[in-house]
């Protein structure tokens, strides 16, 4: 059974940084693309970023580049959000995802139950 963790939401100030954390258990992700994506209350839930297990690669929305880095560690099977710089409009819940697609919702086969991020002003 596919498990998708994630941890590490919170409430931080304006400017500062939080690391998410998504550990992934059941099966091998190898070939798959890990993402993040996020919803803000009464929006649709939108792309952050995503990481290839294999070569690293990495896609970033333009609304987060410069400040958030996903990464991976192979050995824990764990993949991270580091967000720097947060802004009130990053507030959402955060989901951690598995699949083959990489900017889509409907490429990523499976889910994580989401972490909440509130950024206060």
């Known amino acids: 059974q596919v498990q998708l963790v994630e941890s590490g939401g919170g409430l931080v100030q304006a400017g500062g940084s939080l690391r998410l954390s998504c550990a992934a258990s059941g099966r091998t992700f190898s070939n798959y693309v890990m993402g993040w994506f996020r919803q803000a209350s009464g929006k649709q839930r939108e792309f952050v970023a995503a990481?290839?297990?294999?070569?690293?690669?990495?896609y970033n929305a333009d609304s987060v580049k410069g400040r958030f880095t996903i990464s991976r560690d192979n050995a824990k099977n764990t993949v991270y959000l580091q967000m720097n710089s947060l802004k009130p409009e990053d507030t959402a819940v955060y989901y951690c995802?598995?699949?083959?697609?990489?900017?889509?919702?409907?490429?990523?086969?499976?889910w994580g139950q989401g972490t909440q991020v509130t950024v206060s002003s």
């Open positions: 990481i290839t297990w294999g070569a690293g690669t990495t």
């Open positions: 995802a598995a699949g083959e697609g990489v900017w889509t919702r409907s490429g990523y086969k499976y």
